[in-house]
């Protein structure tokens, strides 16, 4: 007879697979388990209200130009310049 199934006891801590403690040069400090009152947002919750805030700022002039957008408009200009150089 082989062994039997072996069944996993319940950890005294939510996060059981966290390591507490010092691992080699990280310190590691488990996030705390949330309290009864405040509830996980959603999905839809959280991005809503990552809109907001942004819509927010933009009306308090704080609006920035994403990244890809001024790294796409690099890439135009140094693109059409090589071009006018090569094809002149």
Sequence with gaps: MGRGRR???????????????????????????????????????????????EVERNRRGEYTVPTWVLALALVLIVGAWLALVILA
């Excluded at 403690?21 to 991005?47: H, N, Y």
């Design 7 to 53: 069944v996993r006891r319940a950890s005294p801590t939510p996060y059981p697979l966290l390591p507490r403690g010092r691992v080699g040069w990280l310190v590691v400090i488990p996030p705390e388990p949330p309290s009864q009152g405040t509830e996980r947002q959603g999905w839809l919750e959280r991005r809503r209200e990552k809109v907001r805030a």
